[in-house]
């Protein structure tokens, strides 16, 4: 059964820090992996799609790479701002399509 | 940019009562899901859906729970008889092509049973 894990469940930095989210996945058998954001009380913003056979996607400040043999995932998010501070999920998904998220990361970026 | 629109937005409903979630997914956009997060806890797979039929549902999605297509363009999940613990924000999300697509979210419908 494949379960997902992020680390750490909160982060706090100064405005301008680069940081990395870490995602962890049980069963390397994925079709692709997703990042999404989550606002306080709103809807998931997919961020970033990573296929199985692809080992990074990149869209401005953000780059999220993929690790199937180890069964991880970074989201690695340069020059932090204060609108980056949302929780971030990761997402991997097995053959039928379904997601299996993980519990989420929290991030708050002090200005 | 094309979007998922879902409604209501927040529902409070008594035990008991039928209660019936919207979505209207991005228009080009074959495979159909709905996920659920109680407060809290990570989001939750219920179902997915293409051609007009289940094609995976999870333990959750009980005889309690049914979707449909009623047109081309709504989607939606209906709850027979609510109990407590169905309390949770509901997302409804859309993919062009399955296993490898992208899912895209909508903004989610809050159900509250009391």
């Known amino acids: 059964k494949q379960e997902v894990t992020q680390i750490p469940a909160a982060l706090s930095v100064p405005e301008g820090e680069n940081l990395v989210l870490n995602c962890s996945f049980t069963?390397?058998?994925?079709?692709?992996l997703q990042w999404f954001r989550q606002d306080p009380g709103k809807g998931l913003t997919s961020l970033l799609l990573?296929?199985?056979?692809?080992r990074e996607q990149t869209s401005g400040r953000l780059n999220a790479s993929l690790d199937k043999s180890s069964g991880r995932s970074t989201l690695y998010i340069a020059a932090s701002q204060p609108g980056d501070s949302a929780t971030y999920l990761c997402?991997?998904?097995?053959?039928?399509?379904?997601?299996?998220f993980g519990q989420g990361t929290t991030l708050q970026v002090k200005p | 940019e094309p979007e998922v629109t879902q409604t209501p937005s927040h529902q409070v409903t008594q035990m008991g009562q039928e209660v019936i979630l919207r979505c209207v997914p991005i228009?080009?956009?074959?495979?159909f899901y709905w996920y659920r997060q109680i407060l809290g806890q990570k989001v939750e797979f219920l179902v997915s859906?293409?051609?007009?039929?289940?094609?995976?549902k999870s333990e959750i999605f009980d005889d309690q729970f049914s979707v449909e297509r009623p047109d081309g363009s709504n989607f939606t999940l209906k709850i027979r008889s609510t109990k407590l613990e169905d309390s949770a924000m509901y997302f409804c999300?859309?993919?062009?092509?399955?296993?490898?697509?992208?899912?895209?979210f909508g903004e989610g419908s809050r159900l509250t049973v009391l």
């Open positions: 999300a859309s993919s062009e092509r399955t296993a490898t697509g992208e899912l895209f």
């Open positions: 069963d390397s058998a994925i079709y692709n």
């Open positions: 990573i296929q199985s056979s692809q």
């Open positions: 997402a991997a998904s097995i053959n039928t399509g379904k997601l299996i």
């Open positions: 228009s080009n956009h074959l495979y």
């Open positions: 859906f293409y051609n007009n039929e289940i094609s995976e």
